[in-house]
């Protein structure tokens, strides 16, 4: 079955909300650390419709036939205010494939899509960040060309008495 690869419209973003829901599951299950505000995942379909009007964000799907999707792509531009240069940066916010179409090279249309549109912004340089424990995402980025950067580093801090808890 051919599958395409096309800007998300505004259809299909009860269906893309299907897959952030999904993908944030799949995150939970690879480590504990990852949680996610649920209520807010179920909120996706109210605030992917102000992604999609945004400029500065974009999204592809891949549509495997009768409207199904198989993994969505979403992009946005980044502003660094820190001193790094450039001062202006692609950044993949989210990428995810349904578990029976991942390694099916699925990915690689949608991030030559989102490498077409960074260079229309201007941008050369793109970022993203991988969950350690994703072990099949890490390499497939490895293999796609990202390289290391940073490391990002997490530290839980026991709340102290009488010192609200964020969520």
Same mark, same amino acid.
């Given at each position: 079955?051919?599958? %395409?690869? #096309?800007? +998300?419209? &505004?259809?299909?973003?009860?269906?893309? *909300? $299907?897959?952030?829901? !999904?993908?944030?599951?799949?995150?939970?299950?690879?480590?504990?650390?990852?949680?996610?505000?649920?209520? %807010?995942? #179920?909120? +996706?379909p &109210?605030?992917?419709?102000?992604?999609? *009007? $945004?400029?500065?964000? !974009?999204?592809?799907?891949?549509?495997?036939?009768?409207?199904?999707?198989?993994?969505?792509?979403?992009?946005?531009?980044?502003?660094?205010h820190?001193?790094?240069?450039?001062?202006?940066?692609?950044?993949?916010?989210?990428?995810?494939?349904e578990?029976?179409?991942?390694?099916?090279?699925?990915?690689?249309?949608?991030?030559?899509?989102a490498?077409?549109?960074?260079?229309?912004?201007?941008?050369?340089?793109?970022?993203?960040l991988?969950?350690?424990?994703?072990?099949?995402?890490?390499?497939?980025?490895?293999?796609?060309?990202?390289?290391?950067?940073?490391?990002?580093?997490?530290?839980?801090?026991?709340?102290?008495?009488n010192?609200?808890r964020?969520?």
């Open positions: 079955m051919a599958v %395409e690869t #096309r800007p +998300a419209r &505004a259809a299909d973003v009860p269906k893309i *909300a $299907r897959l952030v829901a !999904a993908m944030a599951a799949y995150h939970e299950s690879l480590d504990e650390r990852a949680r996610f505000d649920w209520e %807010e995942i #179920r909120q +996706a &109210a605030w992917l419709q102000t992604v999609l *009007a $945004r400029d500065h964000h !974009a999204l592809w799907v891949a549509e495997a036939g009768d409207g199904h999707l198989a993994g969505y792509l979403w992009v946005r531009l980044v502003r660094d820190s001193g790094y240069l450039p001062r202006v940066r692609g950044y993949v916010n989210h990428a995810y494939l578990e029976n179409w991942r390694g099916k090279g699925l990915i690689k249309p949608m991030l030559e899509a490498y077409e549109w960074f260079l229309s912004k201007g941008v050369t340089v793109v970022t993203l991988v969950l350690h424990r994703n072990w099949n995402g890490s390499s497939a980025w490895y293999k796609l060309g990202y390289e290391d950067w940073t490391h990002e580093r997490r530290l839980e801090l026991k709340p102290r008495a010192q609200p964020a969520r």
